[in-house]
């Protein structure tokens, strides 16, 4: 997870005593978080990217989470793999090159990551720590 400046991020959850599952979860209350999750990390284990209005789960995958606490705002973009992203609206899958948005309480909306080649770079150098 790649921290942004003047993110307010919380570890929830690390789960690394049950097998191949491995559960783990973040809350950011504000700012913006680029994670890529590694597969080899447990094939059963879940990643939640939790913000104040809604919840990105993903497997073995690459995204950036970015929460707007002034309006109420989530947006995830989706560089590999699948995240699915709910609220008290409704459920969205997010596949590559797709963003996702959660405004307040409304269903989550689709739509197209405007700079895949950031995205991208960001999930290489990561990708080197495997």
Do not use: H, M, W
């Not at 005593?17 to 209350?29: I, P, Q, Y």
């Amino acid at each position: 997870v790649l921290v942004e400046p003047n993110t307010r991020f919380e570890v929830q959850l690390l789960d690394y005593n049950r097998g191949a599952k491995r559960d783990r979860s973040f809350l950011v209350r504000a700012g913006a978080v680029f994670t890529r999750i590694s597969k080899n990390f447990g094939k059963k284990g879940q990643t939640l990217i939790c913000t104040p209005n809604a919840v990105a789960a993903a497997r073995g995958t690459g995204f950036s989470v970015r929460y707007d606490a002034g309006g109420n705002t989530t947006i995830v973009e989706v560089i590999d793999g699948v995240v699915a992203l709910r609220n008290a609206g409704g459920r969205i899958e997010i596949k590559r090159g797709q963003t996702g948005t959660a405004v307040g309480n409304n269903a989550p909306s689709l739509g197209v990551v405007g700079n895949p080649q950031a995205l991208t770079n960001r999930f290489q150098n990561l990708a080197r720590l495997d």
